[in-house]
């Protein structure tokens, strides 16, 4: 398929072991009718400039959720294609040959180092601000995808660098939905810029994570604690380049439109991303908590970032207290029986917000646990994470030591006493009385503890400047959303379903059984009560 006609062992091996390595993806067939659709049959081998479109990015008039967007952005999207062609398929006389066609797949796409895999999407992001023209500190070593990397980031090249890892994903799953055409929206993921900031900069008072504007950041990250930053906080990132990548050349199949035209029109996604701020999940933060995951709660959250109108971002969503209403009874009547992941999110603010000061400060922190949440006087589940969301995004997975993940109580039923009351609420971490995060039965307020007390997450702070004391703020928002699939939604639909039906069924009496006064429970009850040391006889 498309070998070259040397009859050199040599040339034979390498394409041998090509081939076995883009089968071991399980992507040569895919190959191989792409490479057929793609090629020139006279040279039997793909036209440089057929491979650049096949990657060719371009959307006219993209919607910004940010307060402003870069003017090279644009720039950089219409440089991608070229610059994937460049740096990672080797051309021959006449074009890609087959073999070249197969190694350039692999070093996009094949097994790999996390590593390696990191450091390819950032030769592909150099080469094309290089492209574009623009100025960039990165030095690679070597031609070799594990080569060390020299050089400082700039905040305005990681913004610029999840942007276009963004706009892959986006474009991914228009292709999915047969929307190629769409029109490009842009999250506000300044909490993600932030996390890097904070994370790899070098020490500086002067940094005001509250009010900071992202694109007049100065400050320089080395890009090895970049890359470490990457590895712990967003490891699913170097997905976004070769999910596109084989995408791509899956679309080259069937080529139905144009790939580098896009529409103009934007009012469709404009009226989405407005209805998305109205929730506390929208696209950048969901983006940035899948990009933390691996499994299949990353494509539910997706659901989320690339909903392409407000109802498809609705169906995950179980809770959310400014429309359900507040409290454990209301938020329990709309969660219970979802067995499935869930993602909780609280949005809350300490200061003097009573007084209208300007000194309020507003965060938001998170939680996802594998199973729904069950009404227990003891912490549960087998395990989960925490999130700073924002202003400043952090993820704290589980350290193996503990098992506290999850704490859900609500009032007794059916007890009189109780000798030692639990606390009625929910909780994440800790332990009993010194929660890490604790959430009042009325969702009124939220107690934030030190990392100290907590052997179940790791260590971090789930809002800047928390200190080492319990923190009190004021709940503005909770929202829960399910992350468990059709399938565990329906369940919960079963479950709402029989609980309704034996709700009906205890209303209902039997009028035949107190036709009589004498036999009624009633009168029974008021003799009792009139004269309850009388003798009575049972009746034989």
């Excluded at 950089?76 to 890609?96: A, M, Q, R, T, Y």
Aim: charged content about 20%; aromatic content about 8%; overall charge negative.
């Amino acid at each position: 398929m498309g070998a070259s006609s040397s009859t050199d062992q040599k040339v034979t091996t390498e394409q041998r072991e090509a081939e076995s390595l883009a089968a071991s993806t399980g992507a040569l067939p895919m190959l191989q009718k792409s490479f057929s659709r793609l090629a020139d049959p006279q040279t039997n081998a793909v036209p440089i400039r057929t491979l650049q479109q096949c990657f060719c990015l371009t959307y006219e008039n993209p919607v910004c959720e940010a307060p402003e967007m870069p003017n090279s952005f644009p720039a950089l999207l219409d440089n991608l294609g070229s610059s994937i062609v460049d740096l990672l398929f080797v051309p021959e006389e006449g074009g890609v040959s087959w073999i070249e066609f197969v190694r350039g797949y692999n070093k996009c796409c094949g097994r790999m180092s996390a590593t390696m895999s990191l450091n390819t999407l950032l030769r592909v992001y150099a080469a094309t601000v290089a492209k574009a023209g623009l100025p960039l500190k990165l030095e690679f070593e070597s031609d070799d995808a594990d080569c060390k990397i020299n050089g400082p980031l700039l905040a305005n090249d990681v913004l610029m660098l999840l942007w276009l890892c963004w706009t892959m994903s986006w474009n991914v799953r228009m292709l999915r939905i047969s929307k190629a055409k769409a029109n490009l929206c842009l999250p506000e993921i300044s909490h993600l810029v932030l996390s890097a900031v904070t994370s790899c900069a070098e020490v500086n008072s002067g940094l005001n994570v509250w009010h900071c504007d992202v694109l007049g950041l100065e400050v320089q990250l080395p890009v090895g604690k970049f890359l470490t930053w990457a590895f712990k906080t967003v490891p699913s990132l170097p997905d976004c380049f070769t999910q596109f990548v084989h995408a791509r050349l899956q679309h080259s199949l069937n080529p139905e439109e144009d790939e580098c035209a896009s529409s103009s029109s934007s009012v469709g996604d404009i009226s989405s991303t407005k209805a998305c701020h109205s929730k506390l999940l929208t696209r950048g933060r969901a983006w940035a908590i899948s990009l933390t995951l691996r499994s299949t709660m990353s494509e539910e959250i997706s659901r989320v970032c690339f909903a392409s109108d407000d109802d498809a971002s609705d169906a995950n969503l179980l809770y959310q207290s400014s429309l359900h209403g507040r409290g454990l009874n209301r938020f329990w009547s709309n969660i219970q029986g979802y067995g499935g992941p869930l993602l909780m999110l609280v949005s809350a603010s300490t200061g003097d917000a009573h007084e209208g000061s300007t000194n309020v400060r507003k965060w938001i922190i998170g939680s996802v646990m594998q199973n729904g949440f069950e009404n227990r006087d003891l912490f549960y589940g087998s395990s989960g994470s925490l999130y700073a969301i924002s202003p400043v995004f952090h993820v704290f997975s589980s350290t193996g030591k503990e098992k506290n993940f999850v704490y859900s109580h609500l009032h007794p039923t059916g007890k009189i006493y109780e000798p030692h009351k639990k606390p009625v609420g929910i909780a994440f971490g800790g332990t009993m009385g010194n929660e890490r995060i604790f959430v009042d039965e009325d969702f009124s307020r939220v107690t934030i503890r030190h990392h100290a007390i907590d052997k179940t997450y790791q260590p971090g702070s789930l809002f800047p400047d928390q200190g080492f004391l319990p923190v009190e703020a004021l709940i503005s928002e909770v929202e829960v959303w399910g992350l468990g699939g059709r399938g565990s939604k329906e369940l919960q639909n079963s479950y709402k379903k029989r609980e309704e039906l034996f709700t009906e069924q205890r209303r209902k009496v039997d009028l035949k059984t107190f036709a009589s006064w004498d036999d009624s429970p009633e009168k029974m009850m008021m003799d009792m009560v009139s004269d309850p040391n009388a003798v009575r006889r049972e009746d034989r």
